[in-house]
């Protein structure tokens, strides 16, 4: 599961992600990724996230590099396992830092209806 930091609501979010990625290198090029959806909200460290939801993970790999590249000032979480022991871990990238941590500190926020 990938999530994006969210200061917004999230057609605020849609419009920052589209610009962010309308703006990569070679610049600008126009809607060239795959369509992606904002779900589930969360919250780690203070913060509020996103859930991200592509079907091309490459997508969310130009947000973690720019994340760690320092290119925007959002922290964007992936939440996989541990190839050598299939134990459950998080890492957020953030102004060129990574951090692993345990997925269970992630918090669901229920939504409103």
């Known amino acids: 599961m990938d999530m994006i930091e969210q200061r917004e609501s999230d057609e605020a979010l849609q419009i920052w992600?589209?610009?962010?990625?309308?703006?990569?290198?070679?610049?600008?090029?126009g809607k060239w990724w795959s369509d992606f959806t904002l779900g589930k909200k969360f919250e780690w460290a203070g913060k509020?996230?996103?859930?991200?939801?592509?079907?091309?993970?490459?997508?969310?790999?130009?947000?973690?590099v720019a994340a760690q590249k320092k290119k925007h000032d959002r922290t964007a979480i992936s939440v996989g396992v541990w190839a050598k022991?299939?134990?459950?871990?998080?890492?957020?990238?953030?102004?060129?830092?990574?951090?692993?941590?345990?997925?269970?500190e992630i918090k669901e926020v229920p939504t409103t209806v």
């Open 17 to 29: 992600l589209d610009d962010f990625l309308t703006n990569l290198p070679p610049k600008p090029r």
């Open 85 to 104: 022991d299939n134990s459950p871990v998080a890492t957020a990238f953030s102004n060129g830092e990574e951090k692993d941590f345990d997925p269970k």
């Open 48 to 64: 509020r996230f996103c859930q991200f939801q592509c079907p091309a993970g490459s997508l969310f790999a130009h947000i973690i």
